[in-house]
């Protein structure tokens, strides 16, 4: 099995600054992308970043200059350092890693439990 934990979200002012951690543990051969995706309420789960294992990145329009996604490869974790924060930022922040299971030729797509972020005004 594979599980994929979150960490790092909380409730911080509008300004402020979050890093939120993912880990990846279990059944692993390898780990191609992984990334950040948000819901917020009444809203669809969007993507916000995503990096490749060779690094490369993308990332929404809404979030572009202010949050960086980065990758330790060797710990099979993805991190999402969010700067100036804005309350249109609130929502529930989740992991996703596409991997390839031990044993297997196969990819999959796997999701974290999420963690909320909230940014009040």
């Known amino acids: 099995q594979v599980q994929l934990v979150e960490s790092g979200g909380g409730l911080v002012q509008a300004g402020g600054s979050l890093r939120l951690s993912c880990a990846a543990s279990g059944s692993i051969f390898s780990i191609n992308a992984m990334g950040w995706y948000r819901q917020a309420p009444g809203k669809q789960r969007e993507l916000v970043a995503t990096i490749t294992s060779g690094g490369s990145t993308k990332y929404a329009d809404s979030v572009k200059g202010r949050f960086t996604i980065t990758r330790a490869n060797d710990k099979n974790t993805v991190y999402l350092q969010t700067n100036s924060l804005k309350p249109e930022d609130t929502a529930v922040y989740y992991c996703?890693?596409?991997?390839?299971?031990?044993?297997?030729?196969?990819?999959?797509?796997?999701w974290g439990q999420g963690t909320q972020v909230t940014v009040s005004s």
């Open positions: 996703n890693a596409l991997l390839t299971v031990a044993g297997t030729y196969s990819m999959y797509n796997y």
